[in-house]
Each structure stands twice: as structure tokens, then as C-alpha cells.
């Protein structure tokens, strides 16, 4: 804690370099949409088959999921109670009775002595439609109004509210992009981890944003490089605490939380790093960019006047 209090690091003068690491990354990503051919869009999103299947003894949900993956079933979503079995599969994977037919051999290899009956089998469409998909854009859409406003009537600066939704952009597309990098599907657990990647981003830039303010009030004749530094070590040891306690919770569900939430976990441990990059590395640098072309563009104004007026 003494050392990282003591550290003194020019963050601003890297800032080209981080620009470039942004960028780059963001390439990556890219690159893994145009290869992979778009998202792999789960369940929630493509609709698909439902199979509710009743045993005559209780089966652990996690043997039912070995049992189907060894059957050639990949793409799946499980629910149980007790003795019932409900697997939602897409609709892409196989026609329904191909489906039926892999579930029902796989399951009775599972459990041979464990009498099962299909109760049913029919096609469900899915839970995140078309209307949805765009409400959700929406929504979106009018948070980061709502953020920019709400920056700019605290910080009195609108450029500060655009530089928070930009570094959550930044931090949600990468993100994104490193889903559709390892090929995971896109689903209602994905979406749930990247606003929540969005809400933790900003919190950590408005922590830093805060400590800048109070410094440009209380400095007013300093570098505003010097003074933005100033502020990132201030906030530092505050931001590797956080950041460090989030990334060892998120790292042991990753490894230990098991197939339901290791999307999620995976997203949290990649948004977590990203969190924290883009606070001090984009959205600070970004403030010193403006600040700095508004000072001179009004250095040159008003040499400007002074001419004319001569």
C-alpha cells in the first residue's frame, strides 16, 4: 500500500501509446466478427426446441448436461426439478425428431435403469425478439444521454460526460468482441455482464473525474498534465483495490463456478482490466486532449482580438 502511495507515474505522457493499444484491440475484435461471421447468437435470441422429459428417480441436472454433450449435443439450455428434465435446444442445431431421437439414446446410455417418458417436444421462439433488440438499443441509447447530461451538469464540462460514455463503449464493444472471439454464445447472461461492465466503467471514471475537478479548483495555475496525474495516483491505490478484489471474485467463478455462468464470469474478469484501462489510459487523456485544444484555440482567439484591435 506504502509503495503504490509513493509511485508518481506520467500517465498522460503515455497516452498516444495507449490510443494505439485501443485501437488495436478494437481491430482484434473486429477481425473476430468478420471471422467468426457475426455473433453466435444463443437460445434467448434464435428460439429453438423444447423437450420436457419425466424420469422415474430424481437425476443431477450436471449428468443430464455430461449425457448430451456425449451425445453430440452442444447447444443447449437445461432446467429440472427433481425427476422433470426440460432441454431447450436452437433450432439450427437438427431437424426436431433428430434432436429427439440424440436426447432420448443419450439420456437412456445415462441412465439405464431409470425408466423416461417425452412429455413433449415442440418449438418455442425466442424470449429476445426483434421489438426487444431495439428497445434495448433504445435504452442504451437514452443511459448515455442521461450520463453525458448528468456529467455535464456535475462537472460543468459536456466533453467530460462524452468522454465516460465513449471509455463505456470502448469497454463494451471489446468486451463483446472477445465473446465473439472465443466463439461463446450470445445470451441473456451475456447481455446482464456487460451492463454490468458498463455500470462499474463509469462508476470508476466518476471517481476519477471527481478527484481532477477538485485539483483543477484547488490548482488552478498547475500543468493540466501535472494536475491529471496527480489525480490518477491519488485515486490509484483505490482503483487496484477494487479492481484486484473484483478480478480474484470473478477469476473464482471463472475457474470454480461451473458451465451456467462461466460466460459471465469470463466477461466480468476481461471488463474488469478493461474497467480500469480505460478510466486512466482513454478517458483521462481524452479530457487533456480537449482541454488542451480549447485553451489554445482560445489562446489564438484572443490574440486574434488583440490584433484586430490594434
Not at 429427439?100 to 431409470?114: C, I
Not at 470473478?250 to 482490466?273: K, P, Q, R
Request: charged share 20%.
Amino acid at each position: 500500500m506504502k509503495f503504490i502511495n509513493s509511485i508518481n507515474i506520467d500517465f498522460i505522457g503515455k497516452r498516444r501509446t495507449s490510443f494505439i493499444i485501443s485501437l488495436v484491440i478494437l481491430a482484434i475484435c473486429v477481425g473476430a466478427y468478420i471471422y467468426r461471421g457475426g455473433p453466435n447468437y444463443g437460445i434467448d435470441f434464435t428460439g429453438g426446441m423444447l423437450m420436457q422429459i419425466s424420469f422415474e428417480e430424481n437425476v443431477g441436472l450436471q449428468d443430464v448436461r455430461t449425457a448430451l454433450e456425449a451425445g453430440g449435443i452442444d447447444s443447449f439450455e437445461l432446467q429440472t426439478s427433481e425427476k422433470l428434465i426440460m432441454i431447450r435446444a436452437k433450432h439450427n442445431v437438427e431437424s426436431q425428431e433428430e434432436f429427439e431421437n440424440k436426447a432420448k439414446t443419450a439420456l437412456s446410455e445415462k441412465f439405464p435403469g431409470n425408466a423416461m417418458t417425452v412429455d413433449k417436444v415442440e418449438y418455442v421462439g425466442p424470449s429476445v425478439g426483434e421489438y426487444l433488440s431495439k428497445q434495448a438499443l433504445y435504452a442504451f441509447f437514452f443511459a448515455f444521454i442521461g450520463i453525458i447530461i448528468y456529467v455535464a451538469f456535475r462537472f460543468k464540462s459536456t466533453l467530460w460526460g462524452v468522454a465516460g460514455v465513449i471509455g463505456i463503449i470502448h469497454d463494451v464493444l471489446i468486451s463483446f468482441g472477445m465473446v465473439i472471439l472465443v466463439n461463446k454464445e450470445i445470451d441473456l447472461t451475456v447481455i446482464a455482464a456487460l451492463l454490468t461492465i458498463a455500470g462499474y466503467s463509469i462508476n470508476d471514471t466518476i471517481v476519477l473525474f471527481d478527484r481532477m475537478r477538485e485539483n483543477m479548483r484547488l490548482s488552478v495555475k498547475e500543468d493540466l498534465a501535472t494536475m491529471i496525474n496527480k489525480s490518477i495516483n491519488a485515486v490509484l491505490l483505490r482503483t487496484v483495490v477494487t479492481t484486484v478484489t473484483v478480478f480474484i471474485v470473478s477469476g473464482c467463478l471463472f475457474f470454480l463456478g461451473g458451465e451456467v455462468i462461466h460466460t459471465f464470469a469470463y466477461i466480468m474478469v476481461v471488463g474488469t482490466v478493461l474497467g480500469v484501462y480505460s478510466t486512466i489510459f482513454l478517458c483521462s487523456p481524452l479530457v487533456y486532449e480537449w482541454e488542451m485544444g480549447r485553451r489554445k484555440r482560445l489562446k489564438a482567439a484572443r490574440q486574434q482580438g488583440l490584433v484586430r484591435g490594434k
